[in-house]
């Protein structure tokens, strides 16, 4: 009843944080599948507390509904216990459904708890079908992101160059006087060079000018803005 009264009223700021985590919830939903559900609570309103909400068919939700028992439980835990998210505990759906759940706090401008993020992973369903919503029926290699892990912004650009030279190099399609256009192509597309230095250290790996990476940058731009 307390965090009823004293958030009766919430300030515009604060719901434009509240709104801000929608996109949280949305990605949890897509990277985890539907067997997650991602619940975003407002503490405006208890009766009618959920505003957004991914995969609600997991426990029979949908925004309007109220926040749940172990919501305020795990809301208690965050405000005796000082912290942000709780550690992982377990649920089970209205199906019977076990869950394995855990809880974000979201804080407005002044620190005050305003909302809570609650995530319900089902771990119910099989294993096959677990992989099979994570993983995609037919992978492409060929379109597949390498992500590479660098320790500093020298070693991301340089493994990045020789990653990219290297598929340009071995791709027959590309003739041999374009091959530099395409590499820097496909760099600017990856947003490499929004990174500090990195004209520098692709044209020396490119046996090239910066005045020929600039060129070549200016060219795909104004063709951009062209179409």
Not at 16 to 22: D, N
Not at 96 to 116: D, K, N, P, Q
Not at 168 to 186: C, Y
Request: glycine letters at 6%; one cysteine or more.
């Amino acid at each position: 009843m307390i965090i009823r009264q004293r958030l009766a009223y919430m300030l515009e700021s604060d719901k434009r944080i509240l709104e801000s985590w929608r996109s949280v919830a949305g990605m949890l939903g897509r990277l985890l599948g539907k067997q997650c559900e991602a619940v975003l609570h407002s503490l405006e309103d208890l009766q009618h507390s959920v505003i957004f909400i991914v995969n609600g068919n997991i426990t029979g939700r949908s925004v309007g509904s109220p926040i749940t028992n172990t919501a305020l439980t795990m809301l208690q835990r965050i405000q005796e216990e000082n912290t942000d998210v709780t550690e992982a505990y377990f649920t089970r759906s209205p199906d019977g459904h076990r869950m394995r759940s855990i809880t974000c706090a979201i804080r407005g401008g002044s620190g005050e708890v305003i909302g809570l993020l609650c995530v319900n992973l089902d771990i119910d369903i099989s294993l096959c079908q677990f992989m099979q919503e994570l993983l995609p029926p037919q992978v492409d290699e060929r379109k597949q992101q390498n992500e590479v892990f660098a320790q500093s912004v020298d070693e991301l650009v340089k493994e990045t160059v020789t990653a990219v030279r290297n598929d340009i190099m071995n791709d027959p399609a590309v003739s041999p006087s374009a091959r530099n256009r395409k590499i820097i192509l496909k760099l600017h597309e990856q947003g490499l060079f929004e990174l500090k230095d990195a004209v520098i250290i692709i044209a020396g790996m490119l046996n090239i000018s910066r005045h020929t990476v600039y060129l070549h940058l200016r060219n795909f731009k104004n063709k951009s803005h062209s179409s």
